[in-house]
C-alpha cells in the first residue's frame, strides 16, 4: 500500500480536484449544530502508545474547557494508522486533523499541498514558540512553512540493560563492537538472552538497532548525500557493511529465537523476566518499564548507547531520534475548524502538557521546563541524563519517504532469515532514489 502512495495520490489530486480544492468531508463536518464547530481528528495514540495516557487526560481537559467543539476522534493502532491515512489521503477525504510523523512524512503531505502551515501560531504565540528546542519546529518545516510542534522527543536507539546480569558474569557494558560480540558470546553460553528484539511489525530493527549502526558506520552527512544524489549511494561499501552486522549479530544468536515473530511489545516480557540481558528500544518504552517491570529490575536497569563500529565514520558518541509526531491540519478545513486545531496543537504542547509529558515518562521537547525529581520516577531521569550525554541524528524511517521504507523494513528482514543479502537490499533501496 505505501509503495503505491504517491501513484494514488497524483491520480487521486487529477481526478478528485474538487475534493482536493474545496468541498468534501471538510465542508460537512464544518456545519455548526447551536453554534458547535465540528471537526474529525486521527491519531494513534492508543493502546501501549507512550503518548496513549498523555492524549486520553489532555483530551479530556480540551473537551471541557471547550465545550462548543464537537471532535470525532478516532483512534487508529500504530500498524494501521499510516496505511489507513495514506489511502484517506488518496482518496481526498483527509481528516480535519491528524497525527503526522516529522520530516519525510510531512514532506510528503506538505509538497502534496495537503497541510494547512501554523507560521501564524507561532508568532502570535512567541514566548510558546521560543520554548522549544530546535528539532521541534524544524522536523516539521517545509519550504520556510511549520505544520506542526513534535509532541516531546523520541529517542530510538537506547540500549537498556540489566545490571545484574552483566554483574553475575564480571561483564561490563561493551564500550566497543568487539567487546558487544564478547558480551553476547558469554550470555549465549549461560543460556541468557542477550538482545531482547521483536521484528514482527518489521519497523523496529531498522528504527531502534539499523538507523544507528548504519550511522556508526557512514556518518550522517553521507544519507543526507544519498537522499539528495550528491554522490553517495546506499550501495556503498560503508552502507552494505551496516547491513552485515545485523546479518553477524542474526548470526551470533544475538537475538531470541523468535525476533521475528513477536513485536516490540512481546519482547519486553524477556526483559523483565531476567531473561534476556539487553533490550534495545525506543524511549516509548520507558512508561512500560516504569509500570510494569518488577523493582529488581529497575534497581539494576542502566541504559546505554551501541558502541563504536572498526573503521565507522560516524560520530561514535551519538544516537538516533526525533521529534515526536505532531498534530497537522487538513488545508481542506474550513477557518473555524483550522483555529479549534491550533488551539489544540497548543493545548497538547503547552508548559502544562509537557510537565504531563515527564509525568507519562515522555521526554520533553521544551528548554524552558524544568522537572522536579521528586515528581517522576528515578527512570525517567536517567534517560534525561542520557539524551544530555548524546546528540541526536536522525532516525532512517523519518529521513527515508513511503517507498524507501517499506524497502528497508521488509530487507532487514529478508536478510535475517537469509531470503535476501545485503547487496540486494542495498540495489533495492538505490533503485528507490528518485
Not at 465540528?38 to 498523555?54: C, E, I, M
Amino acid at each position: 500500500m505505501e509503495r503505491k502512495f504517491w501513484f494514488w495520490l497524483t491520480f487521486g489530486m487529477l481526478c478528485l480536484t474538487s475534493l482536493v480544492f474545496g468541498g468534501g468531508t471538510s465542508e460537512s463536518a464544518s456545519k455548526k449544530d447551536a453554534g458547535k464547530v465540528k471537526f474529525s481528528l486521527w491519531h494513534s495514540y492508543v493502546g501501549t502508545d507512550q503518548r496513549a495516557p498523555f492524549m486520553e487526560e489532555r483530551m479530556a481537559q480540551f473537551r471541557a474547557q471547550n465545550p462548543n467543539y464537537e471532535i470525532e476522534e478516532q483512534k487508529i493502532a500504530r500498524d494501521q494508522y499510516q496505511t489507513k491515512l495514506k489511502t484517506a489521503a488518496a482518496a481526498g477525504q483527509l481528516p480535519d486533523g491528524f497525527q503526522c510523523w516529522p520530516n519525510a512524512m510531512v514532506r510528503e503531505f506538505a509538497t502534496a499541498g495537503l497541510l494547512s502551515e501554523i507560521n501564524d501560531l507561532l508568532e502570535s504565540n512567541p514566548e510558546w514558540a521560543k520554548s522549544f528546542v530546535k528539532r521541534a519546529f524544524d522536523e516539521f518545516t517545509v519550504g520556510g512553512k511549520v505544520y506542526s510542534a513534535g509532541l516531546g522527543i523520541s529517542v530510538c536507539s537506547i540500549i537498556y540493560y540489566n545490571n545484574a546480569l552483566f554483574q553475575k558474569y564480571n561483564l561490563s557494558f561493551p564500550k566497543t563492537y568487539d567487546e558487544l560480540k564478547h558480551v553476547i558470546s558469554v550470555f549465549k553460553q549461560n543460556n541468557i538472552i542477550p538482545i531482547a528484539m521483536g521484528n514482527k511489525p518489521k519497523w523496529p530493527m531498522q528504527s531502534t538497532l539499523f538507523s544507528i549502526v548504519a550511522n556508526r558506520s557512514t556518518g550522517t552527512e553521507w544519507l543526507e548525500n544519498v537522499l539528495a544524489k550528491k554522490g553517495a549511494k546506499f550501495t556503498d561499501p560503508e552502507f552494505v557493511r551496516a547491513l552485515q552486522i545485523i546479518i553477524e549479530l542474526t548470526k551470533m544468536g544475538a537475538f531470541n529465537s523468535d525476533v521475528i515473530t513477536i513485536d516490540n511489545v512481546q519482547m519486553r516480557d524477556y526483559f523483565y523476566r531476567g531473561e534476556a540481558a539487553m533490550a534495545i528500544e525506543g524511549s516509548w518504552m520507558l512508561p512500560d518499564i516504569i509500570k510494569r517491570a518488577p523493582d529488581s529490575l529497575k534497581q539494576n536497569l542502566e541504559m546505554e548507547i551501541f558502541p563504536p563500529i572498526p573503521g565507522g565514520k560516524g560520530d561514535p558518541n551519538v544516537m538516533s531520534g526525533v521529534s515526536g509526531t505532531g498534530i497537522v491540519i487538513n488545508r481542506k478545513a474550513t477557518s473555524e475548524q483550522k483555529e479549534a486545531i491550533k488551539k489544540l496543537i497548543l493545548h497538547v504542547s503547552n508548559t502544562d502538557a509537557q510537565l504531563l509529558f515527564a509525568k507519562y515518562g515522555i521526554p520533553v521537547s521544551s528548554k524552558n521546563v524544568s522537572i522536579d525529581p521528586k515528581t517522576v520516577d528515578p527512570v525517567y531521569l536517567k534517560i534525561v541524563a542520557l539524551i544530555a550525554k548524546h546528540p541526536l541524528v536522525t532516525v532512517y524511517d523519518s529521513a527515508l519517504n513511503s517507498e524507501q521504507t517499506e524497502i528497508i523494513n521488509n530487507g532487514l528482514q529478508a536478510i535475517m532469515v537469509g531470503a535476501k543479502t545485503p547487496e540486494q537490499v542495498a540495489i533495492e533501496l538505490q533503485g528507490a532514489v528518485k
